[in-house]
């Protein structure tokens, strides 16, 4: 008989909507969570019947039931790190942000709210739902139009990127990132890419929050699905490791690159990212 010879790796847990198509959601998390070696673990708050295409039908679970999982998972495992992504409701928002109040590991919330298409996903009443939410967080993620759902102001700029990462972490956040993708080219060139990080960690010259920006180049290509799921959740793997805030960011960031640049081409529409190269070294 063959020895047992188990890995024991760090755990971290989604709690995120389920793609049908694959591309997104808790499929591209828990991708992009085996690559950098960590255990995951999910909670689906809603079910979406979606491909390459568009969605065609969203159906959110009931909150007690995305507790219920939560609750399994948090009795069994030692969590190291929790990343958020669709929460469909606002009922399902404060469930989560309950849920974890208590949680003493790193927290990313990737607030999806706007589709890549500019529509709103969310009710008005659960864009407000996220403001607690936001305020737990150890890094919020948003792309330009969630960040500005969440401060009421236009992101056009690099500068709107750095003052909406200032207000997220004035709400409470510990660390915003504000992703740089759907910034209009002529704000930052058409061949680059700026993510925007802003830190509560104060900055030693300035004595406010520490800012750093990330260039990458601009991949000439429109299939970027799922593109927002696996930075988030390859930055929540890296913090599940015990890297710091700053060091995960600035991996992953430049991991995306890599990401997009060899996504899939499948289905009739546009690929979605590739987040098996992730963590590749």
């Not at 520490?210 to 799921?229: K, Y």
């Amino acid at each position: 008989m063959s020895e047992y010879d188990p890995v024991d790796p760090p755990v971290a847990l989604t709690v995120a909507g389920s793609d049908s198509g694959g591309g997104a959601g808790v499929q591209a998390d828990l991708t992009a969570m085996r690559a950098h070696g960590v255990f995951g673990a999910s909670v689906v708050t809603a079910t979406t019947a979606q491909n390459t295409r568009g969605v065609e039908d969203v159906n959110p679970l009931p909150a007690d039931h995305v507790a219920s999982q939560y609750a399994a998972v948090a009795d069994d495992f030692d969590v190291a790190a929790v990343k958020t992504g669709m929460l469909a409701t606002a009922e399902v928002v404060e469930t989560v942000t309950e849920l974890v109040a208590d949680f003493n590991a790193p927290l990313v919330v990737d607030p999806v709210m706007v589709a890549a298409t500019g529509d709103r996903l969310l009710s008005p009443a659960a864009e407000d739902a996220y403001e607690d939410l936001v305020a737990a967080a150890t890094l919020v993620t948003p792309n330009v139009d969630e960040a500005a759902v969440l401060t009421g102001n236009p992101v056009e700029t690099p500068a709107d990127a750095e003052a909406a990462g200032r207000e997220l972490v004035a709400l409470g956040a510990d660390a915003a990132l504000v992703k740089g993708g759907h910034l209009s080219e002529g704000a930052v060139g058409e061949d680059v890419v700026v993510d925007t990080l802003v830190r509560a960690e104060g900055d030693s010259e300035s004595g406010g929050p520490t800012v750093d920006r990330f260039e990458t180049p601009r991949i000439d290509t429109d299939a970027t699905h799922g593109s927002g799921c696996a930075l988030s959740s390859a930055i929540a793997a890296r913090l599940a490791r015990g890297e710091s805030v700053r060091g995960a960011v600035d991996v992953a960031v430049e991991e995306m690159t890599e990401a997009v640049r060899r996504g899939y081409d499948v289905g009739e529409g546009p690929g979605a990212v590739n987040p098996t190269v992730l963590g590749e070294e």
